[in-house]
């Protein structure tokens, strides 16, 4: 279970470190991939055969289903997690969850997210804003 929020830096190389506590749930391979709200999702093998078998599974005649697999697929990289713990994030995804040197990785049970520093502060500030709101909703759903 991966919970918890980090800062990190990428490197000259494109690199960034996963946190040491998630490093176990993890193993040596992950993949990453884009995300939702501009942030990257990256996933243990496990978690991501998962959820590309769920995707696998939906209606290819549904525009939204297609737009949907396409994101998530077409647009994840398998990585190495090296000894140091850190993985390259490929130009593209860097670019897409606008990455530059500062990012902050969350864990979110299943999944973690990697977030440019920036974006993360501001969508952290409207959550947070939000939260009765949020609340109220989810109560409604039993949460």
Not at 47 to 69: D, G, H, Q, V, Y
Not at 83 to 110: C, D, H, M, S, T
């Amino acid at each position: 279970m991966f919970i918890g929020e980090y800062q990190a830096t990428i490197d000259e190389k494109g690199r960034i470190s996963i946190p040491v506590k998630f490093r176990a749930d993890l193993k040596s391979k992950i993949v990453v991939t884009r995300g939702l709200d501009s942030s990257l999702f990256l996933y243990s093998l496990e978690e991501w055969k998962k959820l590309a078998a769920k995707l696998a599974s939906l209606p290819i005649s549904t525009a939204n289903t297609r737009a949907f697999s396409r994101l998530m697929l077409a647009g994840a990289m398998d990585c190495d997690i090296d000894k140091q713990g850190r993985i390259i994030l490929p130009g593209y995804l860097k670019e897409f969850a606008k990455i530059n040197k500062k990012a902050i990785v969350a864990g979110l049970y299943n999944r973690i997210e990697i977030w440019s520093e920036e974006l993360w502060v501001a969508y952290k500030a409207q959550t947070e804003a939000a939260s009765n709101q949020i609340a109220e909703q989810l109560g409604s759903l039993g949460v």
